[in-house]
Structures are given as C-alpha cells and as structure tokens.
C-alpha cells in the first residue's frame, strides 16, 4: 500500500512539474513577444527621429560643387559620346569601302574576263608544248619498274618462305620413310637432301 501510495506521489508531482513547465514556457513566449513588440515600436521611432533629422540637414545644408569639376564632368561625357559618335562613323565609312572595293573588283574582272582567259590559256599552251615527253615517260617508266621491282620482291620473300616449308617436310617424310625401312631392313639407312 505504501509502494502504491508512493507512486501516486511522484505521478502527482510529475504532472505538477510538467504543469509548471507549460505554464513557464507560456509566460515566456508571452514575454518574448510583447519585448519584440516593444522593440519595433522603439525601432520604428528611431528611424522616423533619423529621417527628420536628414531632411533638416538636408535643408539647412548647402553644397558648394566647384565648376571646374562640372565643367570636366561634362567634357568627359562629351569625350565619351563623340568617341563612340566617331567610332561609328568610322565603322561605317570603313564597310562602305570596301563593299565599294569588292564592287569595283568584281566589275572590272567582269569586264576584262575575255581577255584574261585568253592571256591565261594562251601562256598554259606554250608552258605544255614546252613539256619534254621523252623525260616525262622515262621517269614514268622508271618509277613503274621500282614499284614493279618492290612488288617482285614481296612475292620472291613469299616463296621462298613456302620453298622452305615445302623443303622441310618433304625432308621429314624422306627420314620418316628410311626410318620405316631401316627398322623392316635392321640396316642403318641414312638419306640426305641436297
């Protein structure tokens, strides 16, 4: 019964402390709240307080800018806009020029076209009836039997490969055929291949 009873106390007491608890927490974020309230009304205050006082400045304050700086303010400006002005204009007389150019060009070639193809034909004739066809079909010829000789050769590296097998094992079949006859014989019989 004291066990029973002991426990009904500490539930009791827990209830209380988590009663406290909440009631603690609600209290504070009451707090928290009308401080945060409090601090915006006081903020708000602040900076209508520092806006008059930039206007009163503003009005009783007088700025004295010198003209030189003005003056050179505006002829930097000026500096800057006829530079790109110039720059523009420049840009634009440079491509007219040269379509003009390219225009000219393409005229002129045009109009001459007969007699450059004319000029240009006849100097191809006399550079090929200057042509020596002897030299041209020697060094043709020449150039053919190298690639004839180079073919020849990866042909004769063939066969000789293959001879050589081919060599080999008719050798073997010859040992292989007097050993079969020496063993029927009981004779030493030995046959060499030039």
């Known amino acids: 019964m004291y066990r029973r009873q002991e ?6 007491y827990e209830q209380k402390m988590r009663r406290l608890e909440r009631i603690g927490l609600l209290v504070l974020s ?8 409090y601090c915006h009304r006081e903020l708000r205050k602040a900076v209508r307080l520092m806006n008059k006082a930039a206007e009163n400045v503003a009005e009783i304050a007088v ?3 010198q003209q030189s700086i003005i003056d050179r303010a505006i002829t930097t400006a000026a500096d800057r806009e006829v530079g790109r002005a110039v720059g523009r204009a420049v840009k634009l007389v440079e491509d007219d020029i040269a379509g003009e150019a390219q ?8 109009q001459c076209y007969g007699k450059i193809q004319k000029v240009i034909t006849e100097a191809m004739a006399k550079e090929a009836a200057k042509v020596d066809q002897n030299a041209i079909m020697e060094e043709a010829t020449e150039r053919a039997k190298e690639m004839l000789l180079e073919r020849f050769d990866g042909k004769l590296d063939g066969l000789m490969s293959d001879y050589q097998r081919n060599l080999d094992n008719v050798g073997k079949i010859y040992q292989s055929i007097a050993a079969s006859m020496a063993d029927k014989a ?6 060499k291949l030039g």
Request: charged share 25%.
């Open 7 to 12: 426990v009904t106390n500490e539930n009791e």
């Open 30 to 37: 009451g707090v928290s709240v009308a401080a945060g309230i």
């Open 63 to 65: 700025v004295d800018v």
């Open 103 to 110: 225009k000219r060009v393409h005229n002129a070639v045009q």
């Open 186 to 191: 009981g004779k030493d019989v030995t046959l």
